[in-house]
């Protein structure tokens, strides 16, 4: 007998198949907590509204060891930044729309509602930089401009993060890739946007509110 006649044969071959569980016709793809982007999402949301949290913190810490508040500088205007609040509270229809039609993967609904959110989008940026211009205090003024700059500041940068992600979701839809996954995409982009419109609530009542009450 030879040696290679002792040699083990493949492991292929020594065990058996057998058919556990076919996954071929299962989805790629789910919507909500069954979604690992949107669990993604909710752990990026909870990170920047610990540090919305942290800035407001700073915020109240000045005021509470300065007698005179706002400090050089009068309260900011309302306007701007009270129309900013309610289209951000009326932009909240269409984005629940988009969320619903998205999840029943309604390709021209899903279309429409992300352009409606597009320009909401875009009319909301134009009013914050109408709003930077009525808080009658730089930047690097004091204490107070730096607070106020970096509360408005941190959420312009979400408004700004979450309508790139839209737009690009929406010009993806128009395209061949407007199927599958981009629907869950759309469902995913809605629940941040709700997150935006939460976030400026507390932020809105402490800037432009709150210097008018103390």
Known sequence: ??????????????????????????????????????????????????GFAMAIGVYFYLVFINGNWPLSAPPPDLFWPSLFTVVLLVSAWPNARAKRDGEQEN????????????????????????????????WDQNAYGSAVWLLLGLHTLHLLTDLGDTVVLTVLMFTRHGHGKR?????????????????WLPIYLILYWFPRWW
Do not use: C
């Open 1 to 50: 007998m030879t040696k290679a006649s002792f040699q083990p044969q493949d492991s292929e071959e020594l065990l058996p198949h057998r058919i556990v569980l076919n996954v071929r016709s299962m989805p790629s793809y789910a919507y909500g907590h069954r979604s690992p982007i949107w669990w993604g999402t909710v752990a990026f949301a909870a990170a920047e509204g610990m």
């Open 107 to 138: 390709l021209s609904a899903t279309r429409r509602n992300l352009v409606i959110m597009s320009l909401a989008g875009i009319v909301l940026l134009v009013i914050r930089i109408m709003e930077f211009n009525g808080l009658h205090v730089r």
């Open 183 to 199: 629907f869950s995409d759309v469902g995913d982009n809605a629940f941040y946007w709700y997150f935006v419109v939460a976030s």
